[in-house]
């Protein structure tokens, strides 16, 4: 099956301080990454969505100058949370999509915890 | 606005009962339905889907039902296996259109033996 990574698994940071979030597709050519958050016992909000070679798309109340993304090949996205607070603190997961068009299913990594202190 | 909603925040079966997990949407243009499981520290794994033009997919144990009118649909495991204990997420899309996931809260399964 299609696997998809994230680097790293949880983070812990300083308030101010900029993170780096990775996520890879291992098996397969990703035209389309997605970025969750998650808050505790909340849903899965998306936040983004990015296409290789182009600008991502940022959902409503996302800001797009704090969560920098960037999906430079078929294989990787990154989100950078710049100036992270505390309140960044969540569950970020990346999903990977193959195809265009009609609904393909997406991928999910493991997620990645981070901590803002 | 919670477009898609799990009312229950966890469910306890026994091992070898049916599970049944619930799932409501208010968006009319929904027309593709997923059910999603996570374990603890992972990312959610899809189990099954369904088109709106269905109503009813089944695949072994599980099998998912889906009631247009009522904007509801649910999700039954039997017979549930302790290995099923998970965090189960409802989501939907429109397709043809942005085909984002909307997900619901999810509901906490537990299968005790």
């Known amino acids: 099956g299609a696997v998809v990574s994230q680097h790293p698994s949880r983070v812990i940071c300083k308030s101010g301080t900029s993170v780096k979030i990775e996520c890879r597709s291992l098996?397969?050519?990703?035209?389309?990454m997605f970025w969750y958050r998650q808050f505790p016992k909340q849903s899965l909000m998306l936040m983004a969505t990015s296409n290789e070679g182009s600008k991502a798309t940022y959902e409503q109340g996302v800001e797009k100058d704090k969560f920098l993304i960037n999906h430079a090949s078929l294989t990787l996205s990154t989100l950078t949370v710049t100036s992270a607070h505390p309140e960044d603190s969540s569950f970020y997961i990346c999903?990977?999509?193959?195809?265009?068009?009609?609904?393909?299913?997406?991928?999910f990594g493991p997620g990645t915890r981070l901590t803002v202190l | 606005d919670q477009q898609v909603k799990q009312n229950s925040p966890s469910l306890s079966v026994q091992e070898g009962r049916i599970s049944i997990l619930n799932c409501d949407y208010t968006n009319s243009m929904f027309d593709y339905f997923l059910w999603y499981k996570k374990y603890p520290a992972e990312g959610p794994t899809f189990l099954i889907s369904i088109s709106s033009i269905k109503d009813k997919n089944e695949d072994g144990r599980f099998t998912v039902f889906l009631n247009k009118s009522a904007k509801h649909l649910s999700l039954h495991i039997v017979p549930s296996q302790p290995g099923d204990s998970a965090v189960y997420f409802c989501?939907?899309?429109?397709?043809?259109?942005?085909?984002?996931?909307?997900f619901g809260k999810g509901t906490k399964l537990t299968v005790n033996p």
């Open positions: 098996d397969f050519q990703a035209t389309t």
């Open positions: 989501a939907a899309l429109t397709q043809g259109g942005s085909e984002k996931l909307v």
């Open positions: 999903s990977a999509r193959q195809g265009l068009g009609s609904y393909n299913e997406q991928f």
